[in-house]
């Protein structure tokens, strides 16, 4: 399986409430009885949901040279839990804009860069960049694509001049990687991932900025 539902909080409630019900009545039923009825319902409705939306997608995929990593995010992109956070392949400008601004808007992204006023270089780097965004999003489970596009818009050696101050380009390219993703699998799914979300994108991009 591509995620691991049993870390999936709802469906651990539910298992222990049928076991309550279970123990309360195994004095008064068949042992069979009680026994199914502490495997009945296992899976709360989102998980559910996501087994069979994995298994759909595991069929389309069978072909694919894609890691498990790069399945899973693949498969968050297709299957739209939430809401995409910025488009910027079909978006307007003036709807990009609104987009960009809400995206660096979000509580957790600011609290993990420390405060609003370490946003706005990254803020305003985004919104001047829209091409380079565009293939980023296009390509983020397209190892050899990334490695090209990042040399091509010389990632690791530009800096972002933002009020006098020299921001690197490459910093603000992963850390918008890091939030992109946060935003596309979103909060409550990330219990479906064995690891840190965060760490396993680092993991996962490292590497390929390290190659390019």
Same mark, same amino acid.
């Given at each position: /399986? ?7 909080? !709802? ?15 195994? *004095?008064? #039923? ?14 709360? !409705?989102?998980?559910? !949901? ?5 298994? !759909? ?6 072909? @694919? *040279? ?15 839990? *939430? ?21 660096? @808007?979000?509580?957790?992204?600011? =609290? ?51 009020? *006098? ?9 992963? #850390?918008?990687?890091? =939030?992109? #993703? ?17 760490? /396993?994108?680092? =993991? ?9």
């Amino acid at each position: /399986m591509l995620f691991d539902y049993s870390r999936c909080e !709802e469906c651990k409630k539910h298992k222990a409430q049928l076991n309550d019900i279970k123990l309360t009545l195994c *004095n008064k #039923l068949p042992p069979q009885i009680c026994n199914a009825i502490g495997e009945y319902g296992g899976c709360c !409705e989102k998980c559910t !949901e996501m087994k069979l939306n994995e298994k !759909e997608f595991m069929k389309q995929q069978k072909n @694919s *040279n894609l890691d498990k990593f790069e399945l899973q995010i693949k498969f968050f992109r297709i299957y739209h839990y *939430n809401k995409m956070p910025i488009e910027f392949y079909s978006a307007s400008r003036q709807t990009l804009t609104k987009q960009i601004n809400d995206f660096y @808007s979000n509580e957790g992204l600011v =609290e993990r860069f420390g405060g609003e006023r370490y946003v706005k270089p990254d803020k305003a780097f985004v919104k001047h960049n829209r091409e380079l965004f565009k293939y980023l999003d296009l390509n983020l489970t397209n190892k050899t694509e990334l490695i090209n596009l990042i040399r091509v818009f010389h990632i690791k050696e530009k800096n972002f001049m933002h009020y *006098n101050c020299r921001f690197p380009v490459e910093n603000i390219v992963k #850390l918008f990687i890091i =939030e992109f #993703l946060y935003a596309i699998v979103g909060e409550d799914y990330f219990q479906y991932f064995s690891e840190d979300l965060s760490d /396993m994108i680092v =993991e996962h991009y490292d590497p390929i900025f390290e190659e390019a």
